[in-house]
């Protein structure tokens, strides 16, 4: 081969080289950003929800309002998407409910923990929670110790953090712990006498006790207190476009005050963190 056609084709194969290695990176740059492409091309982000005043909840028209409701709304409108609300019914699979596509986020008063940090993508962490005790007004002295729970009936939604807490806490240790399938149920078994305790977010039982329903005859103990907790937004794992677009969405909403102002709508302001 001539020296001249062999220069040709050293510069075509090194041309091809260098397309493939661009196509690559093209590859990668589309795959990193794959999750938002998806929920954007739809136009909406599906939003894993359970029955959780004041945090999500529907009016008298059925609409989905509540603190987490209107701030995913409002995140939403930031990224010109539409949220579109789904409720989840079994809260020990919403890794799979995110991976499987079924939702886009979790975004429920959701209790960040090392097992959802691992299985999902999590966003700035906003608000302060912990668990609570809950019993009936005439018999809270009667649990103050964990001798006292011996063959006592306690509940909490299975899969939430209050089941963690029922199944590891030592205070539990004698107890007859029964998963539910909701918090509102843990409540509710309370309230008819076929559980003597529930285990359940604090802002769901203060919300519950004081709205002069149904739940005003249940208390909080004041016996037994458990660690702060903090709540975030799951996502898809491996979604970083995506968590960081969502991100900088909160951090705006926080810069404006229009999240503080969501707070206190639903009485939740002095538990945002700053």
């Known amino acids: 081969m001539k020296p001249k056609n062999l220069k040709k084709v050293l510069a075509l194969i090194l041309c091809c080289a260098m397309l493939g290695t661009l196509g690559m990176f093209m590859s990668g740059c589309k795959s990193s950003n794959g999750d938002w492409d998806y929920i954007q091309s739809k136009g909406t982000m599906i939003i894993g929800i359970t029955d959780f ?25 930031k990224l010109g ?30 209790t960040v923990t090392d097992d959802r940090a691992k299985n999902m993508d999590l966003s700035t962490h906003y608000m302060l929670n912990h668990q609570v005790l809950v019993t009936t007004s005439a018999n809270v ?3 103050q110790t964990a001798d006292n729970l011996n063959g006592v009936t306690v509940d909490a939604e299975d899969g939430s953090t209050g089941a963690d ?12 712990k029964v998963p539910v399938d909701s918090q509102i149920k843990a409540l509710m078994e309370v309230k008819a006498g076929t559980a003597d305790v529930a285990v359940v977010d604090y802002l769901i039982a203060e919300n519950a006790i004081n709205a ?9 103990s004041p016996y037994k207190t458990f660690a702060d907790e903090e709540y975030a937004v ?41």
């Open 165 to 176: 807490t029922m199944n590891s806490d030592p205070f539990f240790a004698q107890a007859n």
């Open 212 to 220: 002069g329903g149904d739940y005003s005859d249940l208390v909080i």
């Open 53 to 77: 005043p004041p945090m999500d909840y529907k009016d008298d028209s059925g609409n989905w309002i509540g603190f987490e409701a209107d701030f995913a709304n409002a995140v939403c409108a």
């Open 234 to 274: 799951g996502f898809r794992k491996n979604s970083p476009n995506t968590l960081d677009k969502v991100n900088s969405a909160i951090a705006d909403l926080k810069a404006s005050g229009e999240l503080q102002t969501i707070a206190d709508k639903y009485g939740l302001g002095d538990l945002l963190i700053k």
């Open 141 to 143: 002295d009667k649990y």
């Open 81 to 110: 998407v539409t949220a579109v609300f789904q409720e989840v019914m079994d809260w020990t699979a919403i890794a799979t409910e995110l991976s499987s596509k079924n939702v886009d986020a979790i975004w429920n008063g959701m």
